[in-house]
């Protein structure tokens, strides 16, 4: 069955020391990733001198720029957030290795979602808690591979998007004002970027959403795509639906219908990021993840369903199993290669001299005739390498996945 060993990662989170904070420590935080708006916010509220429960104590000290070179909305910005936490005396280290000691836990905050399961296995490593921001990863095997890490080394681990924890999703999810859910019907921006499944970008948010009202138990996906719009639906196990509109043309902003036993509402208020990051300090002192990981592994799944479905093109929309995906994703075998680029611009692979033009066919051989494999890059560079240069070696990469970038 799906998710069994989910149900022993739940356990350990309960067992997991908790981190009591005496009045005058301090929670000292580490960020991996500095490419997103979300760390000097992040950072505002935990290192505000004047905190209260449950963010006081905690303080940013700590962090590891990374950035992915194919990526314009990651590498754009990750020096800019870089010397801002600088300037406000975070301690920017050239390695996550070299900050982890410095450091009781950790934000994965990298804007690119491929490099997180590279990125969290020297957290768990050293047994930090780790919380990952959205999205948890740039595919459901990793995901998946996050998670089974966790278990198999005691660390407790979660992943949501701050639209969770707004206080009208969290109503219509423990309160339900409109009586028990029978349905829902969410929205939500949904810009896309190639170097991820569709909805995995920023449609994140709006399923999040549906997930939060909704729970788990949805069994099977189908979607519609247009120039200016998604619409998925899903149908949950006891034959309840729930639908995400993603929005790129109009009005945007985020809400949902609920659809009740005894009324509908409408939940369509966003609290911005402090109710999140309140229970990322709660989750830090307690060490148990406030969200079982079935649940954030159905979000994903939900998502990486589809982009399948849309592969049916205009007139066919394909209904894809959820338990099925994922299955799949238990099961995905990966392959490592190490590329290396030298500042004169000559490219290894594993050790051994290649030509851009040569690349393409050698990765693609490693997964040929083998059903389910996915080849993953650790890209790695010195730190003169032209951009220019790395990014036209990761044009070569083709179906290869681009699972971390490492200045060297």
Known sequence: MRFNFLRSLFCFLFIFPATALLADEVFRVGIIGTDTSHVPAFTKI???????????????????????????????????????????????????????????????????????????????????????????????ADVVAIFKLAQEQGVPVFSASSLRYSPAYQEARNQQPAGKTVGCASWGPCSLNDKHPDLYWYGIHGVEILFTIMGTGCKT????????????????????????????????????????????????????????????????????????????????AFMSAADLSKQGGDKTALKISIDEIIKKAETEVPIYVQLKIAADETVTKDGKPVTLETLPAELNKLSEGKDNTQVKIILHSAKDTPIEFVREVCTKLGNAFLANYIYE
Request: proline share 8%.
């Open 221 to 300: 996906v189908t979607r519609t795509q247009t120039a200016g719009t998604e619409l998925v639906v899903g149908v949950w196990e006891d034959e309840r639906i729930g639908t995400f509109r993603g929005i790129r043309k109009g009005k945007g902003g985020y809400g949902a219908v609920v659809f009740g036993e005894k009324n509908i509402t409408l939940a369509d208020t966003y609290a911005g990021y402090k109710p999140l990051v309140d229970e990322v300090c709660k989750f830090f002192k307690s060490g148990k993840s406030p969200i079982d990981p079935r649940e954030t592994i159905e979000i994903f």
């Open 46 to 140: 935990l290192n505000d001198p004047n905190a209260e429960d449950p963010c006081k104590g905690f303080k940013v000290v700590a962090a590891y720029p990374g950035g992915m070179p194919d990526n314009p909305g990651s590498w754009d910005r990750v020096q800019q957030y870089a010397d801002g936490l600088k300037a406000g005396g975070v301690i920017i280290y050239p390695s996550i290795e070299a900050m982890l000691p410095h450091v009781d836990g950790i934000l994965l905050e990298s804007v690119d979602g491929r490099p997180h399961l590279e990125q969290a296995k020297p957290v768990i490593a050293a047994k930090k808690p780790l919380f990952i921001d959205k999205p948890m990863a740039g595919s459901l």
